[in-house]
């Protein structure tokens, strides 16, 4: 029986600046939805129209009681108890968006939520930075995230393989997939600079040096709004990361990220 074949897949580089990340991300995360239930509700334009928000996180009046309201584009659906609004076993009811057990770093402190946010979003610029600028110089954006034409053409076998639990072997398994592939440089490159910048734009240090960000983005409710959808679309992404990590071997992959060695299985041979 052919042995599995060990190689080193990931430089030290990528592996500190993929721990920094995930640190740094959660806790932005979890500050941002401290932040939201500020004011858990979006707009579209460049003030709050209170009476129609696109999405909402709301407690609304049924009967006798407070339930918990979630509302998108107008469609309200009942999430009592996890979003809008919860009550406890004493009967209290805590009006909130998010969950107060998922934010930090407190109940109820938008100031310290604030100040944890805007550390954590330049430790994650500079983590970025620093990737970015290694990426670039040895030569790794172009030797392992660039997919090929090659591999573009067959994106739809991958999404098949992939939706089958089919995992790559052998020689494949050395390199990244072109879902890999595509899937980080839309991260890397689109969901992340776009986070940043809508958070810049809703800082009014920013707004008075650079006005035209906000005009570009279509007001200040708006930069709000594409700040949540790209750090949701963020969230989807890590789900479904952690999700394929579980299902195609966790210790191998884990290892890969601590120490660099991923074990590789041989290929089956074909008849």
Known sequence: MEKREVIYRHSGTVRITHWINVLVLLVL???GMQIFNAHPALYLGAQSNFDAPIFALDAKQDGDTVKGVTTVFGHSFDTDGVFGAATDVAGNVDERGFPWSVTLPGHRDLSMGRRWHFFFAWLFLFNGLAYLLWSLGSGHLRRDLAPSGK?????GASIIEHAQLKFAKGEEAKRYNVLQKLSYLIVAFILLPLMLLTGLAMSPGMDA??????DVLGGRQSARTIHFITASGIVIFV???VFMVLVSGVWNNLRSMITGRYA???????R
């Open 151 to 155: 591999e573009l053409s067959h994106i």
């Open 29 to 31: 995360l979890m500050s």
């Open 209 to 214: 040096a650079f006005p035209l960000l906000l």
């Open 264 to 270: 590789i299985e041989p290929a089956e041979e074909k």
């Open 239 to 241: 789900a479904v990361h």
